[in-house]
């Protein structure tokens, strides 16, 4: 292991083309004139680099190791405490924990809100809404779809609450009971994940697994509800089978408040 601990360590024609350590290097001060590890072409270490006292001029944060240019890492990153990103953070093939959200919608005045172009690579869809309510007696749904448009029957669905259920073929059922007025209306968050595509015959095959969460306030008393569902969509073509729709609606009547969004990742 290399220390530097109070002296400097100026490097200034260094061959071959990167600095290779097969241990560890500790630097509690600075290498360079500037206090930094400064390398126009590689540093590779097999062991440890740890950095004690370096400094981000554009946050102040010590114990930092600065790339201004770019960082390849081929394995993991391990960040102790805080990791900051000055500007974006882009996540490779392998990277979808990071959701992407298109829009929050009003509900009040409408039988339906939709959203569309989700794209064809997403592996989950989620619809988050609060304070849904209807103007009169109406069961709350979600509907998804593709490139041929919204899908109303074929759903393999069931809402279950507290020894109640219901099932529903024509979308997938957020209530056991019907809502209505200002003082019934729910909050709830529902996911859409893709669990397997695959092609049958000309067929291009996707099967979709519905699950959430439902809390709902039906004057004044509290309600929990779960639901579940399953459906398959498919086309004559990779982008013409994949969802690309979602739909929140009633089965009758219209909204008379709430918001909802949808995020996709």
């Known amino acids: 292991m290399l220390e530097v601990l109070a002296l400097m360590l100026h490097i200034t024609n260094l061959s071959p083309a990167f600095f290779l350590l097969t241990g560890a290097l500790v630097v509690t001060g600075g290498i360079g004139a500037s206090g930094a590890i400064n390398s126009g072409n590689a540093i590779l270490a097999t062991g440890t680099i740890t950095t004690q006292n370096a400094s981000v001029a554009s946050s102040g944060t010590t114990g930092a190791l600065r790339c201004s240019g770019g960082a390849g890492i081929a394995g993991n990153l391990w960040v102790g405490t805080t990791a900051e990103i000055g500007t974006t953070l ?14 929050e919608q009003a509900l009040s005045g409408t039988t339906n809100v939709l959203w569309s172009n989700i794209p064809s690579t997403h592996r989950d869809v989620v619809i988050n809404f609060e304070n849904l309510g209807a103007t009169a007696s109406a069961h709350p749904l979600i509907q998804i779809g593709n490139n041929g448009g919204f899908v109303a029957t074929g759903y393999e669905s069931e809402v279950f609450r507290n020894g109640a259920q219901r099932n529903d073929t024509t979308g997938v059922p957020l209530y056991t009971a019907t809502i209505s007025g200002l003082t019934s209306y729910m909050h709830g968050s529902i996911t859409i994940r893709l669990v397997r595509n695959y092609t049958s015959g000309s067929n291009y095959v996707y099967d979709y697994f519905i699950f959430g969460n439902i809390v709902a306030s039906v004057a004044g ?21 994949v969802l690309d729709r979602v739909k929140l609606l009633l089965s009758a009547s219209s909204f008379n408040q709430g918001v909802a969004s949808l995020a996709y990742c």
């Open 221 to 241: 008393a509290v309600r929990t509800a779960t639901t579940g569902a399953y459906i398959t969509l498919s086309g004559l073509s990779a982008n013409a089978g």
């Open 90 to 103: 882009t996540w490779g093939t392998t990277g979808r924990s990071v959701y992407t959200f298109i829009s």
